[in-house]
């Protein structure tokens, strides 16, 4: 099993919206190894992968990641 904490529909939804309106987005998170980090993103998609939630972006240096959605601390529409 996994420790992933699913998030609340409210934000699954506010991150829907950004993908559909291709909105930018200043999001900080935490990586796996615990080292925060913020950058401002382009939400590509939402992905499920063995139980877990994921929102794909890009990156502000144009890398294409896979944010665990458990890990996003805070999240803000620019």
Known sequence: MTDYRPINCAQYSEYELAIMHRERL???W???GGQP??????PIDLVT??????LVIRGGEGQRLHLRLDYIRKSETL
């Open 30 to 32: 935490q990586e796996p």
């Open 49 to 54: 992968r063995n139980h877990e939630e994921f």
């Open 26 to 28: 200043r999001i900080s």
């Open 37 to 42: 980090r913020i950058d401002v993103v382009t």
